[in-house]
């Protein structure tokens, strides 16, 4: 992991004022509240979290959006712990964390979940690709060879009320805009779809309802795009976000999704992207250049923006 560059001027803000301003932004892009039948699911890639100098209030305003939802995937976690546990204080004793080990980039994957609302089942595990099968990892039109996963993508099992579900937890390969790089990813996004599809019609499955989230690394959801086109190869399903926001801040990417199997779309009640920097600093956004308004959000809070789900299966 390489830490985005540390904003050299100093930013000064009233941390209750902010409180405001995420909560009245929530409002206006329709954030769902917990209630007693609905289950909200949320991804968020917290950039370089753990390698970035956060001050407490930063992971304040992290965790007051994260307990808006009932299990959240964090990615990029940095292997130095410090960060997820700062995070996890402030998230506060109602949510449970669980976390995996180090993978390629130095990187962690974690999910929290509210306790009182969600049950962790006992299976968690990774995804792995058996050495006989790599050669079943394979997208028309590209030659690259698959040799396994950079991060292997965390799984992890809960029960809301009757309904018992298996999330993936995905940070795919981004490396950089070569070809070879780019197959690499598409290779990647294709062995998450190919083990969704092969388990949730095995007869040994643990848990049958499975929904793969995380930051695929997904440049556009059109025909055509060859990431996106691997994940939704095999039957996932991408919704058309009601807030039709990008999750990066300062680009038009779509790289984080949350991906479902048919027989789940009935049950989503909402979605879309929270756009915290539409909300956050204001006058920071006002009086300084856009890119220095960009540069502190990606360093203190994150260049992604959280995406949720919202499902009605009580």
């Known amino acids: 992991m390489v830490s985005f560059r540390k904003p050299r001027f100093k930013y000064d803000f009233d941390f209750k004022e902010q409180i405001k301003l995420l909560n009245k932004h929530k409002r206006k892009r329709t954030v769902p509240t917990q ?25 304040r305003l992290i965790a007051h959006i994260i307990k808006w939802f009932d299990v959240i995937a964090v990615q990029e976690i940095h292997d130095n712990l410090e960060g997820l546990f700062k995070l996890a204080s ?12 180090r993978g390629g980039n130095d990187e962690r994957a974690a999910f929290f979940y509210k306790k009182s609302r969600v049950k962790r089942l006992a299976m968690t595990a990774e995804v792995a690709v058996p050495q006989r099968e790599l050669k079943d990892i394979k997208v028309k039109s590209i030659k690259s060879k698959f040799k396994g996963f ?45 083990y969704a599809d092969l ?49 990066s801040i300062s680009t038009d990417n779509y790289y984080d999704q949350i991906a479902f199997f048919p027989a789940l779309k009935k049950s989503i009640r909402s979605h879309g992207v929270f756009d915290y920097d539409g909300a956050l600093f204001e006058d920071l956004y006002n009086n300084w250049t856009t890119i220095q308004f960009n540069a502190y959000c990606r360093y203190y809070i994150s260049d992604h923006r959280p995406m949720w789900l919202e499902l009605d299966v009580g």
Not at 35 to 59: F, K, S
Not at 202 to 229: M, R
């Open 35 to 59: 209630n007693r039948t609905t289950l909200t699911l949320c991804t968020w890639n917290i950039a370089n979290l753990g390698l970035q100098d956060r001050a407490d209030d930063h992971y």
């Open 90 to 101: 402030f998230v506060g004793s109602k949510y449970e964390l669980i976390f995996n080990d």
């Open 150 to 194: 950079d991060r292997n993508p965390f799984i992890a099992t809960f029960q809301f009320q009757d309904f018992r579900f298996m999330l993936i937890n995905a940070h795919s390969f981004f490396g950089s805009k070569t070809k070879a790089h780019m197959e690499r990813r598409i290779l990647e996004t294709y062995a998450i779809a190919r």
């Open 199 to 247: 388990r949730r019609n095995d007869t040994h499955v643990y848990v049958p309802n499975i929904i793969a989230l995380g930051d695929f690394n997904i440049p556009k959801i059109t025909k055509g795009d060859a990431v996106y086109e691997a994940l939704i190869s095999r039957g996932l399903q991408l919704p058309e976000h009601s807030t039709q926001i990008a999750s």
